[in-house]
């Protein structure tokens, strides 16, 4: 019924770009706050950025600050997650996540548990 399908995964090498991909079905995503995830093999899963339902508030991890782009198309029910300079730490697989809350102050943006709908992930590998 609700669903959140990410693509756009791949490998790349050191200092390339992939353009990630959330779709959304069974809803519409305008009412949604949207955040994106990363997990590493044997790690937790960490905050990458968030965006509001208009698209007009992101943010961003630390890590990622300055090389990605979080945007949205409503019309086309989807958000984007334009990776550029990428590195070798950047390797996990990526979820998105939708949440009818805004969760812009603080650091409530990162807490997995405040998000009711994800994606089942895709893959991003950076390797030379």
């Known amino acids: 019924q609700l669903q959140l399908v990410e693509s756009g995964g791949g490998l790349v090498q050191p200092g390339g770009s992939l353009r990630l991909s959330c779709a959304a079905s069974?809803?519409?995503?305008?009412?949604?706050?949207i955040g994106w995830f990363r997990q590493a093999p044997g790690k937790e899963r960490e905050g990458v950025s968030y965006?509001?339902?208009?698209?007009?508030?992101?943010v961003y991890s630390d890590s990622v600050k300055g090389r990605f782009t979080i945007s949205r198309d409503n019309a086309k029910n989807t958000v984007y997650l334009q990776m550029n300079s990428l590195k070798p730490e950047d390797t996990g697989v990526y979820y998105c996540?939708?949440?009818?809350?805004?969760?812009?102050?603080?650091?409530?943006?990162?807490?997995?548990?405040?998000?009711?709908?994800w994606g089942q992930g895709t893959q991003v590998t950076v390797s030379s």
């Open positions: 996540a939708a949440t009818r809350v805004n969760l812009l102050l603080g650091n409530r943006w990162v807490q997995a548990q405040k998000y009711d709908y």
């Open positions: 965006i509001t339902t208009s698209g007009v508030s992101t």
């Open positions: 069974g809803f519409t995503l305008d009412s949604y706050c």
